[in-house]
Nanobody, 127 residues
């Protein structure tokens, strides 16, 4: 049963923009936290951005001021707007949701607290 489906990845030159979307089933969209993670070749997965049900957002330092996470509640969709992209942003990006696990409020970018994952979408930024 597919519950999180990402879209919007692709290739772009440095300085460009992409918007990722994640369509979620209703029960998953009501999770305490939802987030975006990424994994580059040969590197560990890292949390990029998260948002909780109060609307509180968190970002890793390397994307602050460039990426924005948001929710479209009418469409049960999580969005990641990525601007001023850099080659080091190249990775597979995953949408994730915690379900009822509320420890994400303390550790919002810790993947271990996220129970539901999408299949990933590739983002490639060329210099």
């Amino acid at each position: 049963q597919v519950q999180l489906v990402e879209s919007g990845g692709g290739s772009v030159q440095a300085g460009g923009s992409l918007s990722l979307s994640c369509a979620a089933s209703g029960s998953i969209f009501s999770s305490v936290c939802m987030g975006w993670f990424r994994q580059a070749p040969g590197k560990e997965r890292e949390g990029v951005a998260s948002i909780d049900k109060s609307g509180s957002t968190r970002y890793i330092d390397s994307v602050k001021g460039r990426f924005t996470i948001s929710e479209d509640s009418a469409k049960n969709t999580l969005i990641l707007q990525m601007n001023s992209l850099k080659p080091e942003d190249t990775a597979v990006y995953y949408c994730a949701a915690t379900g009822e696990n509320n420890r994400c409020r303390i550790y919002p970018l810790a993947g271990s607290f996220y129970n539901h994952w999408g299949q990933g979408t590739q983002v490639t930024v060329s210099s």
